[in-house]
């Protein structure tokens, strides 16, 4: 997970929306479940995350790719 806006301000909650980007494509995805490595290497699942360093993986159902359009508007 490159640059993500996740912080003690904008905190990554289950069930919250993202915008994931890959090489070609842009998804919106909502997120299914948030991991963290614990004691004895077992991972928990927990409702929030305020930082991506206390993360293993996050679960997301990515929807249908986003195909978007550079729009130029004129106005007379």
């Known amino acids: ?9 904008f905190r990554l909650f289950v069930g919250n929306f993202m915008i994931i980007w890959t090489d070609n494509r842009t998804f919106i995805g909502e ?3 948030i991991y963290k490595k614990g004691m004895s290497n077992h991972y928990a699942s927990i409702e ?3 930082s ?3 993360l293993a ?3 997301v159902h990515a929807y249908v790719p986003l195909i978007l ?3 130029s ?3 007379f």
């Open 1 to 9: 997970m490159g640059s993500c806006n996740v912080n003690a301000i």
């Open 31 to 33: 997120v299914l479940d």
């Open 48 to 50: 929030s995350a305020d």
């Open 52 to 54: 991506l360093s206390q």
């Open 57 to 59: 993986a996050v679960a």
């Open 69 to 71: 359009y550079m729009v």
């Open 73 to 75: 508007w004129s106005y």
